[in-house]
């Protein structure tokens, strides 16, 4: 492609083309208006950041946080998107302090790593067990189906048989 | 960071590059994990946003031009930073005119 140097700071195009099939099901879009709404979200990214990062330094913070970002869409004029937003932040808040509530209950067990892996080891081993076994059981059902299955192919031969009440008088 | 991706995020939109995107405005240095998801998730809404409203712009209900994306960052008041991007073309005949007239405007762009 001919403006590669565009792209590297651009979004990927599929991704973009991707969003606005989902929005716009059955429209057409022009290319170069595909071309320009990936040129405006690029524009929209260094507004917001260049927003977020002059009330990042009025507070006199080094990093810019998500309350920044936040602030600057409300200043920007995207109060809507700020309140989408801020859900998608909640989640993620949820999320990492699971992660940190889960790793902190593991090692405030007081269990040693070693005995932690010989439980570990232990469950694994009854596991596989539990799985042998009902292996074992659908294996032995499958055995006495296909011998049901033989039998019932079988014809009626033993009603052919000799017959036992022959008049021998 | 893989996990954190997928567990709730669907992000369709690659953090890397808007982190990349980001640093690549001056001053900007430090951005946390967090501030990256919110951005991220800022910038879906907005082609979201973008599509919709220059849909429904366009009237013609069947495809979206170039013509209704620069209509709408003229009128839309928080899309005017498009503007720079997003000249209105105008017929070169009316750029010779103004150019004869007033000083010349660098956002005009030509059309053959």
Known sequence: MADKDD?????????????????????????????????????????????????????????????????????????????????????????????????????????PEEELLRQQQELFAKARQEQAEVEQREWQQMQLQAQHVAAQSVPNKDNDSVDDDDDYS | MAEQKSEKHNCLLPLSRIKTIMKSSPDVTHVAQESLFVITKATELFVQDLAKTIHKKSGSGKSVSYKDLSTLVDEEENMQFLQDIIPKKILAKDYLDKQNNTESDDDIVMLD
């Open chain 1, 7 to 111: 792209d590297e700071l651009n979004l990927p195009r599929a991704a973009l083309n991707k969003m606005i099939k989902e929005t716009l099901p059955n429209i057409r879009v022009a290319n170069d208006a595909r071309e320009l709404v990936l040129n405006c979200c690029t524009e929209f990214i260094h507004l917001v950041s260049s927003e977020a990062n002059d009330i990042c330094n009025k507070q006199q913070k080094k990093t810019i946080s998500p309350e920044h970002v936040l602030a600057a869409l409300d200043s920007l004029g995207f109060v809507g998107y700020k309140e989408e937003a801020q859900c998608v932040l909640q989640d993620c808040k949820a999320v990492a302090a699971k992660r940190r509530r889960a790793s902190t209950r593991l090692e405030n067990l007081g269990i």
